[in-house]
């Protein structure tokens, strides 16, 4: 999509439509909305008159100018209430003016920015809120009734000395912003299409396009690795496994080594502990967490972070057949320590820790993992939250103040030695699940066991990759999580 920055006075814009906001609870619009108010006499102030509109938060109003200024439409926003005004209420303010436009058939329209001082973060949030809420997922459709596509929107702001700090934000938010879409692209496809070795593929194609470098391990070069685990997961399957190495060596010198982490489980039946036909076909989104390391390894060659960045995707599928593992199973990991299979249907944490393993021969400054690992994190945290944990309480706290500021909240889960005791088994050195207490705890717990004195923070995103409906501003399907939320701890860590 093709973004514009204009400088402008809105009521001098000529376009489809122009995007106000308007605050909850003000007599009078203010900013631009009240400079626009005044050119099409009062007819803004008249609506909140008359209670018409009362800028509650994503409340919206179509006004239609007959010529009064080159716009031929003023669509108002509600803001919500003024005090709780936040980045993350201009993305879903964005995002609901983007789907309204697209609604009105419309293919671009204008928008100005909210009344803040910082122009860099609202306009960054402007395009996140847009592009991430106009993405659909079309490429099965034979046959489409709505193909109306917004092709290009224009931010307008009248202070030329903003200008240069708009620029900015819009070229950031439109970087997050595709990294999250070509993510979301990924995990929505079927686990016909997405295989373990399209997945490798998809990965060494960005280093066509960006200052990557990628290296595909197939079978041998796993067995040689003596990760075992990961071979193990996929022997009930007719897909060979893959192990995905994509790296942003980063720009300076003597930069700091950050490895990331993603279960690339391109689908899951739960393998010989198959689950419940309910529902299974959303396993083929149970690779997002290595398709959220993709997509944030795309975004930091972008952006020219100053870290080395290495991304891990063990990828396979998980099915039953006659040569898959079983439970009662003893697996030895490529560190040696052996693993008792309890169920089949815990898998990810399988594959995690021989990437994990792996992770540790970079010598990195911090190991952070992202995985659909348990439904029990559903249940602790629902969707509004990823659960995380880790041995370091610097990096959580850095994963935590990012997540807020990019809109991928995340909350932390104790680890302590207690939890330890579920996974203790009779027979090897650890069991590959607990009971039914503490799952979301014990997952992370278990992939631990396979961390040495390293820096590391476990995500569990099983409840934020995936909407059944469309929630602020994104649609049913891939959400892309993690990719805004490691973006933005890079960034934030660049200028600590």
Known sequence: MKINIEKDRVEKVRAEAVVVSV????????????????????????????GDFKGRLGQTAILYTWGEIPAKRILLIGMGKRKEMSLERVRQVAGKAGIQVRELGLKSFATTLPETDSKFGLSQAVVE????????FRQFKTKDEDKTEITQFTIIHKDPKKILEIKKGVKLGQIVAEAVNWTRDLVNLPGNELTPQRLGREAQMLTRQF???????GPPEIKRLKMNCLLQVAKGSRQPPRFIILEYPGKGRGLKTVVLVGKGITFDSGGISIKPSARMEEMKFDMAGGAAVLGAVRAAAQLGLPFRIIGLVPATENLPGGAAYRPGDILISSSGKTIEIITTDAEGRLILADALIYAQRYRPEAIIDLATLTGACIIALGNEASGMMGNNQKLLARLKQAGEEAGERVWELP?????????????????????????????GAFLGRFIDKTAWAHLDIAGTAWNEKRTKYMSPGATGVGVRLLTRFFQNWAKQ
């Open 129 to 136: 809120g847009t592009l991430l809420a106009l993405y659909r």
């Open 211 to 217: 200052p990557l470098k990628c290296k595909i391990l």
């Open 415 to 443: 680890l302590w030695k207690e939890y330890d005791e579920l996974l203790k088994s009779e027979v090897a050195d650890v069991k590959n699940v607990g009971n039914r207490s503490a799952g979301v705890i014990t997952g």
């Open 23 to 50: 605050y909850e609870k003000d007599k009078l619009p203010g900013g631009e909305a009240g400079e626009l108010d005044k050119t099409v006499g009062g007819k803004i102030s008249d609506l909140i008159k008359k």
